[in-house]
């Protein structure tokens, strides 16, 4: 890359690691907020990590933002967790602490933050749709076509003769059929990808319309044996013209719902599978919101949403080092009558933090590699 694309390229670069801090800290400002609901005390709200930019106390909160983005906190007083700042207020059993309050205001403090990762994406993904959006695959299935963008190179697809501007318009397979005739278009297509994907490695018929200039033009019945990356073809996605509020809310919602859905479904997969790979790290988001930021403020706007939904999912994993696993320390605590072992607690905690950072480390080598592969010329 030149020196002048790559100035050129800055502003992108600081957009993708604001909105990533930008995510962080509307996590913690949900945890921060029904803290100050319930009257519990907060010494400490830190975002990022390195050199320090800003500090300032706030009443009885010493609010610190630092140069990397890459995590945050909010100290909260009678409650001890690994790598929450100097936790000086950790053991407290003053009536401010966290550890006198009832157990529903408890769990409400923990899912804070993810209440207000999904607040974030259902707004924004509404504001999508009320102003208008370019394409983007990001609001698949609605505004997908069955309409073939480009076919890759020796894939599944091109073995069997699916060229670009070819539409998919109907799908058999051993368990069951379904066409677009009989289905609304965004139905179609999302019930088409998830057939897809169960169905690598097997064989499958398509029912094609090839493009007008094909020399088999027409509706035509053709077998398939989907590879293990799919068919290998991408489609064409329509821009989203601006709606009423109304119905930008009622898009949002679904469009938001559905990310859900497919998050929880991809991490129950991860795990059923035992396997991370097809995972970005923190390098491969910044790199992805870079790339959102170059196509607009709509298209950036989207991916901090759906980030924000996968970081929602990700904190109901029932691990100490996400709000999933301080849920069930304090629940399982609440169940027993009394506190769990400091010894129990930090050892599960330390260990889990351990394999998190390998992972981390793991596949943030993978994404530089990645990344950096087409400037390498592998």
Not at 20 to 31: K, Q
């Amino acid at each position: 890359m030149q020196v002048s694309a790559l100035i050129m390229y800055i502003p992108f670069m600081l957009a993708g690691a604001l909105g990533f801090g930008f995510l962080v800290g509307f996590h913690e400002l949900g945890h921060f907020l029904f803290c100050k609901l319930f009257g519990v005390r907060t010494p400490s709200f830190s975002i990022g990590f390195g050199p320090q930019l800003l500090k300032k106390k706030i009443g009885d909160t010493v609010f610190t933002l630092s140069a990397l983005p890459f995590g945050g906190y909010v100290e909260i007083a009678g409650s001890e967790e690994p790598g929450q700042g100097q936790q000086a207020f950790a053991k407290s059993m003053a009536p401010d602490s966290f550890a006198v309050k009832p157990y529903y205001q408890k769990m409400l403090i923990i899912a804070g933050g993810i209440l207000f990762n999904l607040v974030f994406a259902y707004i924004a993904v509404t504001l999508a749709f009320a102003w208008g959006a370019p394409k983007t695959p990001l609001l698949f299935p609605n505004n997908a076509t069955s309409t073939i963008e480009s076919v890759i190179e020796n894939s599944a697809a091109a073995q069997a003769g699916l060229a670009a501007g070819d539409s998919i318009e109907g799908i058999k397979t051993a368990d069951e059929v379904f066409e677009l005739t009989k289905l609304s278009l965004p139905v179609f297509m999302h019930k088409l990808m998830q057939t897809l994907t169960k169905q690598r490695g097997k064989e499958v018929t398509l029912r094609i319309n090839h493009q007008k200039n094909h020399e088999d033009s027409g509706i035509k019945e053709i077998s398939v044996l989907v590879g293990d990356k799919g068919l290998g073809i991408s489609f064409e996605y329509l821009p989203v013209k601006a709606t009423s509020t109304i119905q930008a809310l009622q898009m949002g919602i679904k469009q938001t719902n559905f990310w859900i859905f497919s998050t929880v479904d991809a991490l129950t997969k991860l795990f059923r599978e035992k396997s991370v790979k097809g995972i970005g790290g923190p390098v491969m988001v910044i790199n992805q919101m870079i790339k959102g930021a170059e196509k607009g403020f709509v298209v950036f706007l989207l991916f901090l949403a759906f980030i924000s939904v996968n970081l929602a999912v990700m904190n109901l994993i029932p691990l100490p080092v996400f709000d999933g696993g301080q849920a069930l320390f304090y629940t399982i605590e609440a169940l027993i009558g009394r506190p769990l072992p400091d010894t129990i607690r930090n050892g599960i905690a330390y260990g889990t933090w351990i394999l998190l950072l390998l992972l981390i480390s793991w596949v943030t080598i993978q994404d530089i590699l990645l990344i950096a592969k087409p400037y390498l010329g592998l």
